[in-house]
């Protein structure tokens, strides 16, 4: 069975703060896919990385990193030096089962970044 | 620019009536998909689609169907709506490529059954 846990519904920091967001995948598939999306309080979905299950180089992006790391299931997420735009939710997702494997989706992080 | 475009973007209804939302991308995507986003749940699969023709159910597929006429197109009908499908209903899009399947969504559908 395929599933992502996020076990942080709701975080909270001041602005500047580092945050990391944490997900925990489960599949045994050995070619797996992983994203994380944003849903900004305008409601849309925004994507934002992929990684497959063969590259664990962690991923910087601006104030995004992504660090995969398979001995523990993980693909969290952290920004850096926050700030209020950051606020929303952010889903982590699995695509497993082949080039048709569908999407599972973790029940996401709400994010605030007060001012 | 290619996009994915979902309409009505709000919708009130009644109770046992037949609603279709729209879903449109014109990425030119093999894939298409159908979630809802409810509290509590995340975002859940109703139906997918991975070519003209090609229909499957997903999670939670009681009480929806949707048809694929042509590779631009799913539309999704709730053939009696009822109360427990208020909720928000995100159409989302990939390829079948060597992108390996990043989902695009649409800007979703705020639904209220009464």
């Known amino acids: 069975a395929q599933k992502v846990t996020q076990a942080q519904t709701e975080i909270s920091v001041v602005e500047k703060e580092d945050v990391t967001l944490d997900c925990v995948y489960e599949?045994?598939?050995?070619?797996?896919?992983l994203f994380w999306y944003k849903q900004p309080p305008s409601g849309e979905l925004v994507f934002l990385i992929r990684?497959?299950?063969?590259?664990?180089q962690n991923e910087i992006s601006g104030r995004y990193s992504w660090n995969f790391q398979k001995s523990t299931s993980s693909f969290n997420f952290t920004i850096t030096a926050s700030q209020v735009v950051d606020s929303a939710v952010y889903f982590c997702?699995?695509?497993?089962?082949?080039?048709?494997?569908?999407?599972?989706f973790g029940k996401g992080t709400k994010l605030s970044v007060k001012p | 620019d290619a996009e994915i475009t979902q309409s009505p973007r709000h919708k009130i209804t009644e109770t046992g009536r037949q609603v279709t939302l729209a879903c449109h991308q014109t990425?030119?995507?093999?894939?298409m998909f159908w979630y809802r986003q409810d509290l509590g749940h995340g975002l859940r699969l109703i139906h997918y689609s991975y070519g003209v023709q090609d229909t499957n159910k997903g999670e939670v597929s009681d009480g929806y169907s949707v048809s694929r006429s042509n590779t631009e197109d799913l539309p999704l009908t709730l053939e009696s709506a009822a109360s427990s499908q208020t909720s928000v209903y995100f159409c989302?899009?990939?390829?079948?490529?060597?992108?390996?399947?990043?989902?695009?969504f649409g800007p979703g559908t705020r639904l209220l059954v009464l």
């Open positions: 989302a899009s990939s390829s079948s490529g060597t992108t390996r399947g990043t989902q695009y």
């Open positions: 990684r497959n299950s063969f590259d664990e």
């Open positions: 990425w030119n995507h093999n894939n």
């Open positions: 599949t045994r598939d050995t070619t797996y896919y």
């Open positions: 997702a699995l695509k497993a089962g082949g080039s048709q494997g569908n999407l599972i």
